[in-house]
Structure formats: structure tokens, C-alpha cells
């Protein structure tokens, strides 16, 4: 498993998808492992019922079928899929009307979803999940993109009540890639894939939802961050260590 | 590697395993073939199907990585490129006219033999060829702080004097490796040369690639790719060397900076397309006021002018 989990980090991240299905082939006995362990770019299928698009995850899927949390339903339908409890669908309802907003705010179009669902110690889990595809032929105003995805994974793990303190527990992926291609400077593409963690103890005066949101805000702005500033940098760096730029070489003129 | 949902419980063929393991080195990052090897092993558990997948991938990773190997016994390097490939395993150094016998797997050399007259251009060829290194030389090591380079003729290497047409590859590799940063990268350029007699001109195309590895608690990696053309006039040996010197010099000069230039357009143009920094409010998100939002929907709900 470790060794698996070593290819997935060496692997580039556009072949994220064969290489995961790759493992799968050859320690069919991991799989459930592999399948929680590696985030794979997000699929979307359209709601029947709402016309709206929503994101498949390993949350809302029971057998081949996932649950839209537009109308609720199996997509396709299914007999006796599991559902949350009416209190916790009337959070998820609410919890996908804000974070749209959200999403828009942030994003500039993308789609969003969220679902919930009861664990096993008295609290509950939610997976808020965005998609973005910010290229030209895409959601990207400002079309400088040939090619460029965003994919946000966050489950937040609610524990119960506890004297008016509740905590939250935050995994959050983030997986992009964007490409920009033009005559003078050929192809450019950064992609990567980062994963962190956040815990926090709060008062639920606020309400969960208040309470989550900004958590997922403030980590969808560090992984951004450290996105652009360390992990772009570094390979920034590296390109500057292979071939230093030019201001501290000598320069010759070419002799025509 | 079709995955088709429920192959499930089948056992996959030798086979297909092999085709797996080598698409797994074959697209190993630079400079960290290795490492995929040593996880790739463990996780195939069959040393025959690993050991068929390795003869097979490791020569095609390291031609197209363009490693550069030291040769025992001189004080030479050998890059391993499909233009120095004599033999599966023989790689010529035309600056040294020395041919490495190199083991690709373990990726060394492993035994030095003078190169025999037939493997070497001949000597108006070698001429061209030898003044075109001595600049090439001399503009890797002011540009690349480690960088390798070597000049191929490709074709028509036994041309004998004026009047015939021959091909030359400069090729420029640097690479970083270090995994104790968690980053490695590599450049490397190809430069076709080609000498055309009857026109009394040189037809120059570059092709540029260059990739970084960055993977500290992440996976990050930057591709990035150009070609360009140029040309120049046929001229002494000596001064078509010192023109394809400075064409090389100044595409490579200006790709950088164009590189360059992709980084810092970054943060406000390009990413911003997948998400922005602030919202387009240009405040944080009000998530302890989330009513407003459902006020304002049954508002225009009631007025009827809803999405």
C-alpha cells in the first residue's frame, strides 16, 4: 500500500485517473483502500428532476447509482438507497443553496455540491465539493486558459454537542491543472494535486453551517496560496536553477 | 488501460502487468525512474514480469531523458540519446570519439571502447562538427550551471567535401535532482542542423521541453514545451558555429523569459480563472449572514423574476 501510495505521488498528475486504475488492476485486494486514499478528478452527472448538474463522489454513491442533492434522488434510480435523516437533508438543502453562492462569489461559475450523511459517534459528516473548468472553451472570464481545472474535495468531520462546543475535523484536496498555449511561448502547463488537514473546536451559537463554511473558506484560501507561492515557486526555482536568467550572463549580441 | 468497471476478481495476464510496469517508469518523472522502480517492484511482487518491463523501458526513459552518464576511465560524460545510439547499449561521445557500453537499468557505464573510423563522420564532416562543439561548449557552460552537450551529425556523415548536404543534432540537457528539497527537474533541447549545400544555407529547429517535480506533502509538476525555427548562411566551419551558437543563445534567452513571464502573469490573470483570491465582492464570505441570501431569493421569488 505504501509503495502504491508512493507511485500516486511521483505520478504525474494528469495521469492520475489511468495510473489509479492501474493499482486497482494489479492489488485488486487494496481497493477500498486505494479508492479512499486517492482523490481522483470529479465526475458530474445531470439531475433529471432539477436540470442541474451535480459531482459524484464515494459520499453520495451506493452501488452504480448516486443521490442528486437538488431532488434527492438516485441517479439512476435505486430501491432503498441510504438517505440522511429529515433534519440533516433540511443542513444539506441549505447547506448546497449557500455554498452556490459561495461558489459563485469565489469561482465565476463551476458547480457545487453537498451531502451529509450520519456517523457513527452522534455526529454527522459533510463533503462540499466544486468543480471549475476555467478555460477558454469553459467557465474562464477571462479566457487565458487553453486548459485549466479545479477540483475541491472537503469532508469535514462534525462531532457531537458538548457543553455548546462542537469539533470539526477538515480534509480538503485541491487538484488543478492549467495550461495556456500561445505561438511565441509554446505550451505551459502546471498541474498538482495538495491535501490538508484542519481541527478546530467551536461554538455552535453560530450554527454548523456558519461554523464549516468558514473553515473550508479559510483552507480553499491557504491551498490556494500555497499553491501559487510555494508549490509554483518551487518549480519556478528549479527552472532558474537549471538555466539562470538571463540578466546575470553576459550577453553577446548576435554577429549578423 | 481500459478499466472496465467489473473486470474485478479476473487475474490480470504477465502481460497486461508488463504493460502497466512499463507505463509506470516510462512516465516516471525526471530523474526519478529509480524511485518508481524500488515502489513499482513491491507493488507487482513478480520479479520476472518486473525485470521484462525494466529491459524494456529503461532505454526509451533514458534516451528520451537524455541522461548523461560517466564514462570510467576518461574524464568524459556520454549522453544517452537516440541520435549517440550505435547499439542498444553502445552510445557514442563524438568529442572524445570513445563509444560507452552502458547498463540502462542500473543506468552507469560500464566500459569505454575508442570508437571505430566508420562510426565517425569523416573529416570535412567532423570539421563543421568539431568547431560547431567547441562553441556549443563554450555557451552551455556560461548559460547551465550543469549542463551537457554534444553535437551529432545525423546524416550524411560521410559526405567528403563541398557539394553535399549533411544533418546535425545539438543537443543541451541540464538536470537537478534533489529529493532531499523534494524537487527535481530537467531542460533539454534538440536542435536539428541543416546544412544545405545547394542553397548556401543553414535550416535551424529547436525543440525545447522542460518539466519540474515539486512534491514536498503534494504533487505539483510543470510541463512545458517550444519549438522554434531559424536560419543562417553556409559559412566556414568556424563561423557557422559561432551563428548557430548565438541562434541557440538567443531562442533559449527568450524562452526563458517568456517562461518567466508565464509564472507572473500567474496570480492575477491565469489562476483567477479557476478561483480567485477574494471573492467578487472583494470581502470574505458572510457565512453569519446567510439569511440575507434567502430573503433576497424569496423576494424575487414572490416577483417573479428568479433564476
Redesign the interface.
Known sequence: ME??L????????K?SE??L????????HLSSDLLSQVDQPLQVLCDVDSGKEFILCEYNRDADSYRSPWSNKYHPPLEDGPYPSSELRKLEI?AN??FS??RD????GGISSVYMWEDENEGFVGCFLIK?D??KTGH??????QE???DAIHVIEVGPDEEGITHYCLTSTVM?S?T?NDQ?????????????QMNMDLSIA?GH??NM??MI?EM??KL??S??QV??G?????????????EV????L??? | ?A?DGE???VE?SDE??KE?AK??LL???AG?IQ??A???R???SDEDVYNEAASEAFPLYNKSHMICLEMPGTTGDVLVTSFSELDKNEYLDPRTAHVAIIDHVKQVCTEVRPAADEELPSAYVEEFRCAMDAEILKYVS??????VCSVYCINGKDAEGPGCDFEFAVVIS???HSPQNF?????RSIWNIEFKDDMQMLEVRGR?Q?G????E???????????CKDSTIFQSPEDCA??IA??I??H??E?????????S???D?????????????RT??P??N?MQ??LS?DISKELGIGK
Open positions: 509503495a502504491a508512493g507511485l500516486m505521488r511521483r505520478i504525474h498528475p495521469h489511468t495510473a486504475s492501474a493499482l486497482l488492476g494489479l492489488l485488486p441549505e443553496e449557500v453562492i459561495y462569489q469565489y469561482y465565476e471549475k476555467g478555460s474562464g472570464r477571462r479566457g487565458y486558459l485549466g481545472s479545479w488543478l492549467l495556456t511565441s511561448s509554446g505550451t505551459f502547463s502546471l498541474s498538482g494535486s495538495i491535501r490538508r453560530d453551517l456558519c463554511g468558514k473558506e480553499e484560501s490556494r496560496n499553491l501559487d508549490y509554483f518551487k518549480t519556478k526555482e528549479m527552472v532558474c536553477t537549471l538555466r539562470p536568467p538571463a550572463l553576459p550577453m553577446r548576435p554577429e549578423s | 488501460m478499466d473486470c474485478g476478481e490480470m497486461q502487468k502497466i507505463w509506470f512516465n516516471s518523472p526519478e524511485y518508481v524500488k515502489d513499482l513491491s507493488v507487482l556560461e548559460a547551465y550551471p550543469k549542463g541540464a538536470a537537478r524537487c527535481n527537474g530537467s531542460w525545447l522542460v519540474a517535480h515539486y512534491f506533502e503534494g504533487n505539483v509538476q510543470l510541463d512545458a514545451k517550444h519549438e559561432i551563428s548565438n541562434i543563445r538567443h533559449e534567452t524562452y526563458l523569459t517568456s517562461l518567466q513571464a508565464s509564472y502573469n500567474l496570480p490573470t491565469t489562476f483567477k480563472d479557476l478561483r480567485r483570491k477574494l471573492p467578487v465582492t470574505l464570505f457565512w453569519h446567510t441570501f434567502s431569493r
